[in-house]
């Protein structure tokens, strides 16, 4: 069974604490996402990447980061946690090409910043 | 960019009836939209997609509608059960880049 896996379900972590989310995804797809979902509002794009090393701001990057040093990996980092920042993130990976089908979700992961 | 809205944000049926959710885009280059299926606890799954060629497509008990010229495609969904409860995201993408999600609609169906 294909997988994205997110490292945490749930996090909690204290205000200006750097913060990472890990996701891996075992179908070698070439892009990957990293969303935000909030009530009422959606998911909202962060940041993606194409291929290795690759990175492009989304819609809503301000306050984070990403990596991407292996196609399997993609890494969501708060370079200082804020309260706003409290949220679900989602990551997703999608295949390029004639065989895209669209994405892959994984289960999220629940972040509390206090 | 893309704006995809979303209606309604909740709806409740009973047990075997109709679900319709509604979404319409701004981007008339758009030509892939996909529809997911959100369960507590867990990440969106794929349920349904169409493609700009085509207007309507069928899955069982799930068919998705496509109207290009007025810009909105719709989610139908009959003969409701409980399983079907769930939250409910449309997207829209050009060439399966970047996807721009509605709201989400939580369905309740009602045994």
């Known amino acids: 069974d294909v997988k994205v896996t997110q490292s945490s379900r749930y996090l909690v972590k204290r205000t200006g604490e750097k913060v990472f989310l890990e996701c891996v995804q075992d179908m070698d797809h070439e892009n990957m996402f990293w969303y935000r979902q909030d009530p009422g509002l959606g998911l909202r794009l962060i940041y993606f990447s194409y291929d290795v090393k690759m990175k492009e701001k989304g819609d809503i990057p301000e306050g984070y980061s990403v990596s991407r040093e292996k196609k399997e990996r993609f890494s969501l980092i708060l370079e200082s946690a804020s309260t706003n920042q409290t949220s679900m993130y989602l990551c997703?990976?999608?295949?390029?090409?004639?065989?895209?089908?669209?994405?892959?979700f994984g289960s999220g992961t629940r972040l509390t910043v206090v | 960019g893309e704006n995809v809205e979303q209606h309604p944000s909740t709806l409740s049926v009973q047990e075997g009836d109709s679900a319709v959710i509604k979404c319409t885009y701004s981007?008339?280059?758009?030509?892939?939209f996909p529809w997911y299926k959100q369960e507590l606890g867990k990440g969106p799954q794929l349920i349904i997609d169409i493609r700009s060629n085509v207007g309507e497509k069928k899955d069982q008990r799930i068919a998705v509608t496509l109207n290009k010229t007025a810009k909105h495609f719709s989610l139908h969904i009959t003969e409701t059960q409980p399983e079907d409860s769930a939250v409910y995201f449309c997207?829209?993408?050009?060439?399966?880049?970047?996807?721009?999600f509605g709201s989400g609609t939580k369905l309740n169906v009602k045994p």
């Open positions: 997703a990976s999608s295949p390029t090409g004639v065989k895209n089908y669209g994405y892959t």
């Open positions: 997207a829209a993408s050009l060439n399966f880049n970047k996807f721009y």
């Open positions: 981007d008339s280059a758009s030509n892939y």
